[in-house]
């Protein structure tokens, strides 16, 4: 099976769908992104862009609300808070401090104060 994320103007993710791999084959039976764009737009409309379950290729698998970056051909999900870094490596946010290596807590960022904090549920 293969997977197709529609895109809005701003590359934006609308929708991701499952394709079979019989529908995007060419005519030496090779699997062709091109075809499954076709294939999309044939039956739905929009723009498209091929995304890998396993993040094979394009970094990240596409969910809706992540933007495709054409420059990076890679799918990016929302940025969480604004003091975290983009790894351009793996198109992924990063805090901009390390979490602490801890088996027994659960951590929550903090973003007023740029910190890992323990997680405690309210009551």
């Not at 079979?20 to 999309?40: H, L, Q, T």
């Not at 604004?82 to 602490?100: D, F, G, H, K």
């Given at each position: 099976?293969?997977?197709?994320?529609?895109?809005?103007?701003?590359?934006?993710?609308?929708?991701?769908?499952?394709?079979?791999?019989?529908?995007?084959?060419?005519?030496?039976?090779?699997?062709?992104?091109?075809?499954?764009?076709?294939?999309?737009n044939e039956l739905?409309?929009?723009?498209?862009?091929?995304?890998?379950?396993?993040?094979?290729?394009?970094?990240?698998?596409?969910?809706?609300?992540?933007?495709?970056?054409?420059?990076?051909?890679?799918?990016?999900?929302?940025?969480?808070?604004?003091?975290?870094?983009?790894?351009?490596e793996t198109c992924?946010?990063?805090a901009p401090v390390?979490?602490?290596?801890?088996?027994?807590?659960?951590?929550?960022?903090?973003?007023?104060?740029?910190?890992?904090?323990?997680?405690?549920?309210?009551?």
């Amino acid at each position: 099976m293969a997977h197709f994320a529609e895109i809005d103007d701003n590359n934006v993710v609308l929708r991701v769908i499952v394709v079979d791999n019989d529908n995007i084959r060419d005519v030496e039976g090779n699997e062709s992104e091109a075809k499954g764009i076709v294939f999309c737009n044939e039956l739905l409309g929009g723009k498209w862009v091929q995304t890998s379950y396993n993040a094979k290729f394009r970094k990240n698998y596409a969910g809706i609300g992540d933007t495709y970056d054409k420059v990076r051909d890679a799918f990016i999900q929302p940025k969480p808070f604004p003091s975290w870094i983009l790894n351009e490596e793996t198109c992924r946010w990063q805090a901009p401090v390390s979490r602490p290596v801890d088996t027994e807590n659960p951590y929550i960022w903090n973003e007023e104060e740029g910190e890992w904090v323990i997680y405690t549920p309210s009551s």
